[in-house]
T-cell receptor
Framework: DSGVTQTPKHLITATGQRVTLRCSPR?????VYWYQQSLDQGLQFLIQ???????AKGNILERFSAQQFPDLHSELNLSSLELGDSALYFC?????????????FGPGTRLTVL | AQKITQTQPGMFVQEKEAVTLDCTYD???????LFWYKQPSSGEMIFLIY??????QNATEGRYSLNFQKARKSANLVISASQLGDSAMYFC????????????FGPGTSLSVIP
């Protein structure tokens, strides 16, 4: 158990809908990262938050947004869902984000868009 | 350009044997970190081992060791005494100081341990 929690574990929804994925980082970790893992794209970095502030953006679509709250939990919002958004979404956390800073991953949320 | 290359999409190893999973990387940053993660069929990503670019010694963690060849930009993972539970996808990843907020992952290698 990495100490990172994600809910829900599975999510099935329809095209055009909006969903929210939730992540609680390990105790003491200030950075939260979101990744998308699909079969054809591999593991893609989406966005990072550090202590409530957006710190880095990767390949995140405009239909997706995220935030980190004062208690350091984070939410990833996915809207106007398309079939291609079906993937495993991971949250990871780390202490702060230096080169040697290890990211610990949550169990993931498997999103299926029908 | 691919920053992380894992040329072995699939590998097989006999139980109790050692196996080496290849990883080469591309960076011009002198300061970087290299990570290996394991992803079993259940889906979770498990951190295995870390190697810093300035580390003099190869990293070891239990049955895992990292064969770090800096000049060749190679960071191969060696698993000794393979176990059935080692069957999984293995990902090599890199973090550069100049863009330390982003961890770049390779495409992964699928390892199957044969009894």
């Amino acid at each position: 158990d990495s100490g990172v929690t994600q809910t829900p574990k599975h999510l099935i929804t329809a095209t055009g809908q909006r969903v929210t994925l939730r992540c609680s980082p390990r105790s003491g970790d200030l950075s939260v990262y979101w990744y998308q893992q699909s079969l054809d794209q591999g593991l893609q970095f989406l966005i990072q938050y550090y202590n409530g502030e957006e710190r880095a953006k990767g390949n995140i679509l405009e239909r997706f947004s995220a935030q980190q709250f004062p208690d350091l939990h984070s939410e990833l919002n996915l809207s106007s869902l398309e079939l291609g958004d079906s993937a495993l979404y991971f949250c990871a956390s780390s202490v702060e984000g230096g080169v040697a800073d290890t990211q610990y991953f949550g169990p993931g949320t498997r999103l299926t868009v029908l | 350009a691919q920053k992380i290359t894992q040329t072995q999409p699939g590998m097989f190893v006999q139980e109790k044997e050692a196996v080496t999973l290849d990883c080469t990387y591309d960076t011009s940053d002198p300061s970087y970190g290299l990570f290996w993660y394991k992803q079993p069929s259940s889906g979770e990503m498990i951190f295995l081992i870390y190697q810093g670019s300035y580390d003099q010694q190869n990293a070891t963690e239990g049955r895992y060791s990292l064969n770090f060849q800096k000049a060749r930009k190679s960071a191969n993972l060696v698993i000794s005494a393979s176990q059935l539970g080692d069957s999984a996808m293995y990902f090599c990843a890199m973090r550069e100081k100049t863009s330390y907020d982003k961890v770049i992952f390779g495409p992964g290698t699928s390892l199957s341990v044969i009894p």
